[in-house]
């Protein structure tokens, strides 16, 4: 069995809240392809899960709008592999980072700072040279 599906930090999110679905992955697999469900399909309840904490769902819920299904499920899927263990793991590995995306922290703001006066001068005297070496290459005004 996959190891539990760990956040960020200390929050780990019970097996017992994600529902696994599998069925048959397309590909080449010879005899063995059509009897094997090796597809799996994580669907994990982000709007209907207590092992987030309130703020952590709420930012999830809003960054990850475009991608629920039904409003509340995020679901993955893996099929990469021709084992089902390894889809599996695959899986929670990628549900996993997708959530620690989605509940990180946003970014500090920038704070804006103004152009050192040396900048300026070196910005200009480039803008000048620039001006100087194109006005060059045009013909002589006689």
């Known amino acids: 069995m996959p190891e539990p599906l760990r956040v960020r930090g200390s929050v780990v999110v019970p097996d017992a809240e994600l529902m696994w679905r599998f069925s048959r992955s397309s590909g080449p697999g010879g005899q063995h392809v059509n009897t094997s469900d090796t597809q799996v399909e994580l669907r994990y309840d982000l709007a209907g899960s207590a092992a987030l904490p309130p703020v952590w769902k709420e930012r999830a819920l809003e960054r990850l709008a475009g991608r629920l299904v039904d409003g509340r499920f995020v679901v993955v899927k893996a099929s990469e592999h021709r084992s089902q263990l390894r889809n599996r793991e695959m899986a929670v590995v990628r549900l996993a980072a997708l959530l620690g995306e989605a509940t990180a922290p946003p970014p500090k703001a920038r704070r ?3 152009p050192t006066r040396g900048m300026v001068e ?6 000048r040279h620039r001006s100087e070496l194109k006005q060059g290459r045009s013909r002589p005004q006689y």
């Open 122 to 127: 070196r910005r200009l005297e480039n803008k």
């Open 112 to 114: 804006r700072t103004k």
